[in-house]
């Protein structure tokens, strides 16, 4: 079973050749940083806020590669900014479900996700970052893989909410913003399709995969044309 993770959307997209070699050959894989540790704390807290489950961030940071002047550095920064996802966002919302995993199986393939909260029919993910987003357009394609997978276990999505903690600067503490916008269920579907069978097509033809999986951004296949077309097309001229 191969896995497919719908929080690697964006750089399957945006780094393809990189993306192959992570998540197909298991190779150059990521293994944190800083601010992904830090975010993962955040995530933490916002989850046992509603659980109550007992949580300590040295549990996050003693699997982490972080150096321990970086641990000390963490330590020092995540309350305020989970003070201020309390006071700011929590406090004024109850979730319907918090980490809710999902998956569906395609042959070979496994695409999963987990879903941060839902709030009624609105899907909520909390992002960290250095400073505040002004747009959810980088996070829509994940979230509408979440809204489709969602949908799947029969739960409406309308709407898509990120709830973006933000650091805090010498002058400036931590702060929170929301960005919403419409769901599009069917757009996650219709990536989730393409990103298994764009795979299935490299893993079937491998003489193809680093044309197919190419960082060039203008590629046919990085932009949703019909991946069975071409494949016909690419075996003729094989």
């Not at 896995?3 to 780094?15: C, K």
């Amino acid at each position: 079973m191969i896995t497919l993770r719908a929080s690697s959307v964006r750089s399957f997209h945006e780094t393809p050749d990189n993306w192959y070699k992570q998540h197909i050959l298991d190779e150059d894989k990521f293994e944190g940083n800083y601010s992904t540790v830090l975010g993962s704390i955040v995530h933490k807290f916002a989850e046992a806020y509603y659980t109550l489950e007992e949580w300590s961030p040295y549990d996050i940071l003693d699997e982490s590669i972080l150096t321990d002047e970086e641990k000390v550095q963490a330590i020092e920064e995540y309350p305020a900014m989970c003070k201020a996802l309390e006071e700011l966002y929590l406090q004024h919302h109850k979730p319907t479900l918090t980490e809710h995993y999902m998956f569906k199986d395609y042959g070979e393939f496994r695409f999963q996700g987990t879903c941060d909260a839902l709030e009624n029919e609105v899907l909520c993910d909390y992002k960290t970052s250095k400073s505040p987003k002004k747009k959810i357009d980088e996070y829509t394609q994940q979230l509408n893989i979440y809204a489709h997978l969602m949908e799947l276990t029969g739960r409406k999505v309308t709407k898509l909410r990120v709830i973006n903690i933000v650091r805090a600067t010498k002058r400036i503490p931590p702060r929170v913003n929301v960005l919403e916008c419409i769901a599009d269920p069917s757009e996650g579907k219709r990536l989730i399709d393409f990103m298994v069978k764009k795979t299935k097509l490299a893993l079937d033809n491998p003489e193809f995969k680093d044309f197919i999986f190419s960082p060039n951004n203008y590629s046919f296949l990085s932009n949703g044309f019909n991946i069975e077309t071409k494949l016909e097309e690419l075996s003729i001229g094989g």
